[in-house]
């Protein structure tokens, strides 16, 4: 539908093209599918296992724990709020990085290789992520249900005893369970979301749109101006929006501070903090 478009437009009968659709252009179209494809599977399962680390040290630098003197269900509502707060804002800034890759991808293609090269580049991206996502699932099930395999108490040693879940066993499959939850949870199903983006955003910047022609003859300069500005943006998500982050998250701290303070529930230390009142 692409090629069609494009032809149609250029008032060229694309059925009766003549020379090999495989051209050199056509041929990078193929690679760089196969490496945006890549290149996304690993933002979304580097940004899955930065997720869970920013948990783990949130939970053990801020002491996230239900409150002892109040009863359950009240004793964990407090906890809870911070850690879904927490969440949020987390998750919503590691999702920053796939949606670039997501949109990068057919603006590359387009003004690097042309329109041929786009229509190979979602050639090559369609197969792999047929391939690779498939594999992914299955994968990352395998070690789920392995380790729901020991514990069961299914998994008998040489001797007939059951391996539970008190075994070295159990102990290393959590490793790659940690490692399986990515790939069966997140990557595999992404990678269907993932080609379905790219195809449409793909056939509508390159036919109502005609953002690429062609030959990369005159747009190539706009393909360097995307990947560098896709990497700035890669850059800010991970680096300039985390420092952002953490200078509102301490004014609001200051300001739950003072407005205590003003109440009379907590008393400001340090002359620094006397100074600002």
Request: overall charge negative; glycine content about 10%; hydrophobic content about 45%.
């Amino acid at each position: 539908s692409l090629l069609a478009t494009t032809y149609t437009s250029l008032d060229i009968n694309y059925m009766q093209v003549s020379g090999s659709i495989l051209s050199s252009y056509s041929q990078a179209g193929l690679v760089l599918g196969i490496v945006m494809t890549f290149a996304f599977a690993a933002n979304t399962m580097s940004s899955t296992l930065e997720t869970a680390s920013a948990f783990s040290d949130f939970v053990r630098d801020k002491d996230v724990g239900r409150i002892t003197k109040l009863p359950f269900p009240q004793s964990h509502v407090k906890p809870l709020k911070r850690l879904a707060i927490f969440g949020t804002i987390t998750s919503m800034r590691m999702v920053f990085s796939p949606l670039i890759n997501s949109l990068v991808c057919p603006m590359t293609g387009g003004f690097f290789l042309g329109v041929k090269g786009l229509l190979f580049l979602l050639s090559g991206s369609n197969v792999l992520v047929f391939c690779l996502s498939i594999f992914l699932m299955n994968s990352g099930q395998s070690w789920v249900a392995a380790r729901d395999f020991v514990l069961f108490g299914l998994l008998r040693d040489k001797d007939g005893r059951v391996v539970g879940p008190d075994s070295v066993h159990y102990e290393n499959l959590g490793v790659g369970e940690t490692i399986g939850g990515p790939f069966e949870d997140t990557t595999g199903p992404a990678l269907n979301n993932f080609i379905k983006f790219v195809a449409v955003f793909a056939f509508v910047t390159g036919g109502p749109g005609e953002m690429y022609d062609e030959l990369p003859d005159n747009t190539w300069w706009m393909g360097l101006l995307t990947t560098v500005g896709s990497l700035s943006l890669v850059a800010m998500s991970k680096v300039g929006l985390s420092l952002l982050l953490k200078f509102a998250g301490r004014i609001m701290a200051q300001q739950r501070k003072q407005q205590a303070y003003e109440e009379g529930e907590e008393e400001l230390n340090g002359p620094e903090d006397e100074d600002e009142v």
